[in-house]
């Protein structure tokens, strides 16, 4: 399972994932003070409020399933919750913080922020099902890269959720073909 460790002011929040097979969250106050949260696969922690609190991203996109959340993690009285601030329509790809308290996050369907206060909004919808972006960079000026298999992005956040997208390919690459599950190739000619 992949592993994310983030240490809060008063204790350390782990995060396992291992696609379907499961994960869980754990919140340590200390090393004999252990406390499960949450038994779902996670897919990032990010922490927020000056690392007094931490947004978890947790989903799955695999045979049929497409189910993705985000929660928030605080203390209440020193004691540890998670509190639900978004359902996605489907797993969480990659996310890349913004400021303090604000997230974005990308999902095969779209891009998204989310806040510590719970707002969440539609930055821009598309289709990257089967892409597999694991990479993304948010300039100040909105712009956001994103890094995927055999691709590289540029979304333009525009109005109502619609985005312009610049696609970055092989200089040789006229037309991706499919060639197996997850994988294309590339082609200098049309057939």
Same mark, same amino acid.
């Given at each position: ?35 499960? %949260?949450?038994?779902?696969?996670? #897919?990032?922690?990010?922490?927020? !409020? ?7 991203? @947790? /989903? =799955? ?26 359902? %996605?329509?489907?797993?969480?790809? #990659?996310?890349?913080?913004?400021? !303090? ?7 095969? @369907? /779209? =891009? ?47 109005? @109502? ?31």
């Amino acid at each position: 399972a992949r592993r994310y460790v983030v240490r809060l002011q008063k204790g350390w929040l782990l995060g396992f994932g291992a696609g379907e097979w499961g994960g869980s969250v754990l919140w340590y106050a200390s090393p004999t003070d252990r406390r499960k %949260l949450l038994d779902r696969n996670v #897919v990032d922690i990010v922490p927020i !409020a000056g690392g007094a609190e931490a947004m978890v991203f @947790s /989903g =799955l996109t695999h045979m049929g399933i497409a189910e993705g959340q985000v929660f928030r993690f605080r203390l209440r009285d020193d004691q540890p919750e998670l509190v639900p601030l978004a359902e %996605l329509s489907t797993a969480p790809r #990659v996310v890349s913080q913004i400021d !303090a308290d604000t997230v974005s996050v990308l999902t095969d @369907s /779209g =891009l998204h922020q989310v806040s510590r206060d719970g707002r969440f909004d539609d930055v821009c919808e598309f289709d990257f099902s089967g892409l597999y972006p694991n990479s993304m960079a948010v300039q100040p000026s909105g712009r956001v890269w994103v890094g995927m298999r055999r691709f590289i992005v540029a979304l333009q956040p525009g109005t @109502s959720s619609q985005c312009q997208l610049a696609w970055f390919v092989r200089e040789d690459c006229l037309v991706q073909k499919p060639k197996d599950e997850g994988h294309c190739e590339c082609t200098s000619s049309v057939e």
